[in-house]
């Protein structure tokens, strides 16, 4: 079974620039996060999607970043602009329906470098 | 969901036994106790959950005392590969937004050889 594919895994950018990255869930995983990790921290929750419908982004900074899930399948996080302290890894993951137990699927990240 | 507490760092030899311990003294009776650890530059990755019962899997044990307030996982021999950050997370058995990991700090286990 193939994992969640991102990309890409590195990224550097001037601050005040765009970015954007991708997610490709695993097949058939209705349920999808995007994580900020910074350094030295454990992951953050930025938004979760279930199909294509956002079922909690009240941790997203929607003044500068978005998310989308079209057609319930893959993602993008974009950052608009962005900031020194959006210096992160950002981490995609999935899950199936399987209540009440769901494991979380991660894949390797992002990591965004502002400058 | 409740609030777990994690030693920051533990260090193991290898081949020996590591017990990862973690106090959540304000877990509910419908919330989980979930492992997982993150290996250096890559994604968190599943360990193990329980409820009540010690549960076993080919990765670890996990043992929950009688009033749930604490458990410790378990990795019965430890390698060099198992160096991670190992993160207790406890979450309540639902849909929708209950679905959410929260993560604290975790803690930082290095096998040493």
């Known amino acids: 079974e193939a994992g969640v594919a991102q990309s890409p895994r590195y990224k550097i950018i001037e601050k005040r620039q765009s970015v954007a990255f991708w997610c490709n869930p695993i097949?058939?995983?209705?349920?999808l996060y995007w994580y900020q990790q910074i350094l030295g921290q454990g992951p953050k929750l930025l938004i979760q999607?279930?199909?294509?419908?956002?079922?909690?982004d009240s941790q997203l900074p929607k003044d500068r970043f978005s998310a989308e899930r079209l057609k319930g399948v893959d993602s993008t996080l974009k950052i608009q602009p962005a900031k020194l302290e959006d210096s992160a890894v950002y981490l995609c993951?999935?899950?199936?329906?399987?209540?009440?137990?769901?494991?979380?699927?991660f894949g390797p990240g992002t990591r965004l470098t502002v400058l | 969901d409740a609030k777990t507490t994690q030693p920051p760092s533990m260090d193991c030899a290898e081949g020996r036994a590591a017990n990862l311990p973690c106090n959540h003294s304000?877990?509910?009776?419908?919330?989980?106790v979930y492992w997982y650890r993150q290996i250096h530059s890559q994604g968190p990755q599943y360990i193990i959950h329980?409820?009540?019962n010690n549960e076993t899997n080919e990765m670890a044990s996990l043992i929950i005392t009688e009033d749930r307030k604490s458990s410790t996982l378990i990795l019965p021999h430890a390698t060099l590969r198992d160096t991670a950050v190992y993160y207790c997370?406890?979450?309540?058995?639902?849909?929708?937004?209950?679905?959410?990991?929260?993560f604290g700090s975790g803690t930082q286990l290095t096998v040493l050889p």
């Open positions: 997370i406890v979450r309540k058995r639902s849909s929708g937004s209950a679905r959410q990991l929260t």
């Open positions: 999607f279930q199909n294509n419908g956002v079922v909690d």
């Open positions: 329980g409820l009540k």
């Open positions: 993951a999935s899950s199936p329906d399987r209540v009440p137990y769901n494991e979380q699927f």
């Open positions: 304000t877990i509910s009776g419908n919330e989980y």
């Open positions: 097949s058939g995983h209705a349920t």
